[in-house]
């Protein structure tokens, strides 16, 4: 069999192979190096179109702390998306790839709009408590919905929870457009703003919702690592047979647990309408259920990681929003730096857990020749 | 433990940058303040677009080149300019946040562009009585910091209606609107623009259709596109971008652009434009405040006023276009011609306006919610 | 020389799966590959026939020193491996699953194809019917399939892993002569085993790998089974089990006419009958899906019944949650199969594994009280002498052996009365084989009935009172260990098989 036709095969020069658990301090290592590079990468961006990046950077920092307003503006940017990535990580923690939170969002907003919107006559203290167990009850069925179709018929939960957003943005724009239309508004299509009496309070010049999310913090943390139902949830995510054999109502937990994820992310819906717009619009959600997703991923699912990153992303993009109007520079570069470093970062969590192997060349390459 | 050393050298060294670069700014704009020999160079105007002015033509182009005209007549630098792009006037805190992040920048004045900024602005207004807010397009006013701003466009729109009636051969001109019959800026503007055609040309119909967004350049193209198949052979267009000038060209047809003159972007098939001149608004708004003698009034400046103007005819317009538009305008310049003037008939065949009389304002920003008689809805 | 590996190094992460190995074997040889499961022998195989690549290190190939990056390259240098788990198209006829992704057909298939197939399969006296569809086959036959696929791509190379795993005694002994008539026509053959019995009795020369070294290469005629095992486990080993002499012959469990389907809705379990005593060792034999899964899980309520009765003192426990089961103060305590995907959570430490059945009584209100269950934790890695870090070190970081005490001692100490066990010793190492029958002996002598699904006929021979035969998800017979012997277990379970067989003629 000697005169098979003898190829030169080459090795191959990268491989990608899976990393062992890393320690605590490379991981550190690991992460602060993201960061500078994110830094370094958004800088030479920044270079090409033109900015200073040192300035710009400067500004970013400074645009967001360098007033009590703008730390408000900071912290309000900060509590639906800290909310909402509370709320999601119940589902993740489940393995329940819910990236419905936008949808939920909105359920939670629309549901308790409907109180601010026709009694607002209510006491405040009854009003505010109705609202916030609307916004619960809404954004939680809307979860639900997904949750109980995948237990039950074993549906996709990602495409099944991604489809109820838009619906839900269409919800919105039917009601805007329709039976909520603002009679005053000639022709405009849009909801009436909320009276003082339906507005969340204030808590040192911010409105209540960091509050409630800070709670959401130690509350989420408290139910995943201490309670009963936590534990239910971590052996569902670990093993759906294991939580059958361990004797636990599998469908039950996942329809529960998605019910609380939905409805944190209800209250994030809640908080925006009455502390934020002070109405209900296409915007209410914005993008936050999507981000908070990239929190939740970064955080491990740790709230209080949860916290510290979310608090990352406002600085971020309060700090771009400050850069863009004072450089007078197009929105678009504020939008494409912050992805730049967001790229990067996640680039970074990708080699936590893989390694590239580059083959070293060898010296007498001709040994590979028959 | 060396690498880790070394990286927290790195780390201070850079957040050392990052303070002295901080510091850096504070201390220059500083030095501005005390190497300026006026007060005015702390007052900083804030503008909130809902699009970005980058785009080079349409709304936020338009405000943004009264902004500038703006500046430069009164001689401000571009620090004092902030500008809040992309503002989408359907997300209540978003507009909430960039106001207010005007108002952290030490803004005195704020103009806001859009419709919907303007239950905001009020809401702000009330929150921040030092600050001034003046707002475009709407109708609402506090009579101490907060004004709207508007102008007699309808004016402009008769003269391209004009340009556009001598202009079509198949006798059926098109109109893009942003929106229904319930909005009367949008509605007024049409009429006037219908009455300029039949002044003209008795014969013609104007037949519209309706986006339902003030911004949306796909939904715009398809409405162009389906009056296009229609048989119409110009275009007249209450909406932001040029995709219905675009439109006509394609075909080979014409049109009347809004906002900007249109002729750069279209200049095969464009007319004339209804444009604006807000640097007027702008200018005299920004004197008043500096000064501190600002009378927050609702503002309607027209023709005559120099707020609301139409682009130089372009070389594709009919013959005698430029002999008929001018003598309207010197009528509307001078006062002795009104576009709402009755007797005005609506397409239902009611009587709107009765022979004599004139529509006052208010009904004209607020009342016209009825198609004249030559228009034809889709 | 057919084949010399030097100096052959392979990592996964941070774990060493083949240290520096070196190999060889000759044409007309059978070299038998030595070592307990995690010792390294399937990766060092998989980089012979291109599924891995090896950091550093050489192969020679006849001589010549080649790079094996693909499958492709190792069909090109006449290596064929036949893996644990058959890659076979089920719905295709022998024939075309052997031509399957072979260079040699050209775009039209000729009737050569069957004629070839014929004379290799003559060559080699392999029993093939060229037109039998895969799915119609035994695990035998499917098996000589995929030995021809591989001589069918002039593979002159073999490499068998663990071959008899899933064949009865008798389809071993046929294999046997297979691999022994190819050792006569030139071939060169490995063999990957961990069982002694079959090294000593086919091969020329043994390597024995440890821990992802090579330890020794032995000739097979100078060495014994005591030899061999100590160069495996790396210490001498007392290498008996003691059957505790059975007690109480109290009924315990009576299984009745137990008919289950599994997920694909097939009748995994037909009828099945059976007795488990008080304090006594019933071992279930059959090759592997055979419906010894689908009787675990139906006992411990995991899957429904489809007809049938499980009587628990006489008392009807079938239909019943595995919490309304342990609710009615029955403790029936399930060892399943897949340990980390299903007795165990993999990713949480000990403490959170002890308390996974019993979590909801650690407290009365809505918390979890972790405090016993770290004593529990703690005690059993003390009894166990479990190798962990710590008690709060994920499951899946601990060894195999170590894997399954955590799992054997949460379930000993819920004081069962019934246990039931499946493949307890899979991938473990000898010493931890023989700390878990020690442990089923101690439960044995207190009384617990205990259910021991087992693959290794010998170990069940020695361990078990009485063997049940499962075949086709039948009973084929409740024997006497004492009383029987492997060839007549070997019988039964194949006997439905050929009964079936012979029904198509």
């Known amino acids: 069999m000697s005169n098979r036709v003898e190829k030169k095969i080459k090795e191959p020069f990268i491989r990608i192979e899976k990393r062992a658990d890393l320690s605590s301090k490379v991981k550190w290592l690991l992460y602060t190096s993201a960061f500078f590079t994110a830094i370094v990468v958004g800088g030479i961006f920044l270079l090409a179109v033109g900015v200073n990046p040192l300035k710009a950077y400067g500004k970013i920092v400074e645009g967001a702390f360098r007033s009590k307003m703008a730390v408000e503006a900071t912290i309000k940017l900060a509590v639906p998306l800290l909310i909402s990535s509370l709320g999601i990580t119940l589902a993740f923690k489940m393995k329940f790839w819910n990236i419905g939170a936008e949808g939920q969002i909105i359920m939670g907003g629309i549901f308790s709009t409907y109180f601010a919107l026709f009694h607002a006559d209510w006491p405040h203290f009854v009003l505010m408590t109705v609202m916030l167990l609307a916004g619960i009850l809404g954004g939680g069925l809307w979860a639900v919905i997904p949750a109980w179709f995948k237990t039950k018929y074993g549906t996709n939960e990602t495409l099944f929870t991604l489809m109820l957003n838009y619906i839900a943005l269409y919800l919105i724009k039917y009601l805007t457009e329709g039976p909520w239309k603002d009679p005053e508004a000639s022709g405009f299509p849009k909801i009436a703003s909320f009276e003082a009496n339906a507005r969340l309070d204030k808590i040192f010049n911010v409105h209540a919702g960091w509050l409630i999310g800070l709670l959401l913090v130690l509350a989420v943390y408290a139910y995943l690592k201490y309670t009963k139902q936590g534990f239910e949830i971590s052996i569902v995510g670990e093993s759906q047979n294991t939580a059958r054999y361990a004797g636990m109502n599998v469908k039950g937990i996942v329809v529960r647990t998605l019910f609380l994820s939905g409805a944190i992310c209800g209250i994030a819906g809640m908080c925006q309408v009455s502390g934020a717009a002070f109405t209900l619009s296409e915007g209410v959600a914005g993008g936050v259920g999507f981000t908070a997703i990239i929190v939740a991923w970064l955080a491990r699912l740790n709230p209080f990681i949860i916290l510290v990153i979310t608090a990352g992303f406002s600085i971020l993009e309060k700090g771009c929003s400050v850069m863009q109007s004072t450089f007078g520079i197009s929105t678009a570069v504020s939008s494409i730096l912050q992805g730049i470093i967001l790229f990067v970062i996640l680039a970074f969590d990708f080699f936590s857990s893989y390694k590239l192997v580059i083959k070293k060349q060898k010296k007498g390459g001709a040994k590979n020749d028959y | 433990m060396k690498k880790v050393k070394r990286l927290l050298a790195v780390l201070f060294v850079f957040t050392m940058l990052l303070s002295m670069t901080a510091c850096g700014t504070k201390e220059s704009e500083k030095e501005d303040s005390t190497s300026s020999n006026s007060a005015d160079s702390d007052f900083k105007v804030g503008v909130i677009h809902i699009g970005d002015p980058a785009d080079g033509a349409g709304y936020s182009y338009t405000h943004d080149q009264g902004i500038v005209a703006m500046q430069q007549e009164l001689g401000l630098s571009d620090e004092q300019i902030i500008r809040k792009n992309n503002v989408a006037d359907s997300d209540a805190a978003a507009t909430r946040a960039a106001i207010e992040e005007c108002i952290e920048e030490g803004c005195k004045l704020i103009f806001g562009t859009s419709w919907g900024y303007m239950d905001t602005m009020e809401e702000l207004a009330n929150e921040y009585p030092d600050v001034m807010f003046s707002h475009g397009t709407g109708y609402k006013s506090n009579g101490t910091n907060f004004n709207n701003y508007f102008g007699r466009i309808y004016q402009a729109r008769y003269l391209t209606g004009i340009a556009a009636g001598l202009k079509t051969k198949t006798n059926k001109v098109g109109y893009v609107a942003a929106m229904g019959s319930e909005n009367s800026e949008v509605t007024g503007g049409l009429d006037a623009f219908a009455m300029g055609v039949e002044s003209v040309n008795p014969d013609a119909k104007v037949y519209v259709k309706v986006t339902n967004s003030w911004y949306d350049p796909t939904l715009e193209q398809q409405a162009a596109e389906a009056l296009l198949d229609l048989g119409c052979d110009v275009l007249g267009q209450h909406c932001d971008t040029t995709a219905p000038q675009l439109a006509a060209q394609n075909r080979g047809v014409w049109g009347c652009g809004y906002n900007s003159d249109m002729t750069k972007d279209a200049p095969e098939a464009h007319l004339t434009a209804a444009v604006w001149n807000w640097g007027v608004y702008y200018t005299m708004t920004t004197k008043a405040v500096m000064e501190g003698n600002w009378n927050c009034e609702n503002y309607f400046g027209g023709m005559a006023d120099g707020l609301v103007d139409i682009s130089p005819l372009s070389d594709n317009c009919a013959e005698g276009t430029q002999e008929a538009i001018d003598e309207v305008k010197a009528k509307i310049v001078d006062g002795s011609f009104q576009v709402f003037e009755g007797e005005l008939q609506d397409n239902q065949g009611n009587i709107v306006c009765k022979d004599g009389e004139v529509l006052d304002d208010a009904t004209i920003t607020g009342g016209i919610n009825w198609y004249y008689r030559n228009v034809v809805v889709q | ?505």
């Open chain 3, 1 to 505: 020389m057919a084949i010399e590996l030097k100096g052959i190094t392979k990592t996964f992460g941070s774990v060493v799966a083949n240290n520096k190995i070196d190999l060889c074997v000759k044409q007309g040889e059978i070299l038998a590959l030595l070592g307990e499961n995690g010792s390294g022998k399937t990766t060092l195989m998989n980089m012979l026939s291109g599924i891995y690549y090896p950091d550093s290190g050489s192969i020679y190939v006849k001589g010549k020193e080649v790079k094996i990056t693909s499958p492709e390259d190792a069909n090109r240098l006449g290596i064929g491996m036949i893996h644990q788990h058959f890659k076979l198209v089920e719905v295709l006829s022998a024939t075309d699953n052997i031509i399957l992704g072979s260079k040699k057909e050209g775009k039209w298939l000729s009737k050569k194809r069957y004629e070839e197939i014929k004379e290799i399969s003559e060559k080699f006296s392999l029993a093939i019917e060229p037109k039998k569809m895969v799915y119609n086959m035994s695990v035998g036959e499917k098996q000589t399939v995929e030995i021809v696929k591989v001589l069918y791509r002039n593979a002159d190379i073999l490499i068998l892993d663990e071959p008899t795993a899933v064949l009865t005694p008798q389809e071993i002994t046929k294999l046997f002569a297979i691999l022994k008539k190819m050792r006569a026509q030139g071939c060169a053959v490995i063999i990957i085993t961990h069982k002694l019995n079959e090294v000593l009795e086919l091969s020329d020369r043994v390597t024995i790998l440890r821990k992802g070294e090579s330890v020794a290469t032995v000739n097979t005629a100078e060495t014994n089974a005591h030899e061999l095992t100590e160069l495996m486990v790396g210490r001498p080993v007392e290498l008996s089990i003691q059957r505790e002499e059975s007690k109480g012959n109290e009924n315990l469990l009576e299984i009745h006419h137990l008919t289950v389907e599994n997920e694909e809705g097939l009748e995994a379990l037909k009828d099945v009958s059976f007795e488990l005593n008080q304090g006594e060792i019933l071992g279930v034999a059959g090759v592997a899906g055979s419906g010894q899964k689908e009787l675990c899980e139906a006992m411990a309520g995991l899957l429904s019944v489809k007809k049938g009765a499980i009587l628990y003192h006489n008392e009807n426990i079938v239909g019943k949650s595995p919490r309304d089961i342990i609710k009615m103060g029955i403790s029936m305590s399930f060892i399943p199969e897949d340990r980390l995907g299903m007795g165990l959570a993999a990713s949480m430490g000990m403490v959170e594994n002890m308390m996974l059945k019993n979590y909801a009584g650690t407290s009365r209100g809505p918390f979890v009280n972790k405090k016993e269950a770290k004593k529990l934790a703690k005690r059993l890695v003390q009894e166990l002498q479990i190798v962990t870090p710590d008690v709060e070190t994920p499951v899946r970081r601990l060894s195999g052996g170590n894997v399954q005490k955590v799992l054997l001692g949460r379930e000993i100490e819920s004081n069962p009365n019934v246990l039931i066990t499946a493949y307890a010793v899979r991938g473990l190492d000898i010493n931890s084989s023989y700390v878990i029958y020690d442990a089923l002996n101690q439960q044995k002598k207190k009384g617990v009935g205990i259910l021991f699904i087992g693959e290794d006929l010998d170990v069940m021979l020695e361990l078990c009172d009485r063997i049940m035969v499962l075949c086709h998800g039948k009973v084929t017979g409740i024997v006497k260990a004492d009383q029987t012997t492997k060839e007549q277990l070997g019988l039964l379970m194949t006997d439905a098989m050929e009964k079936e067989e012979g029904q198509h003629e």
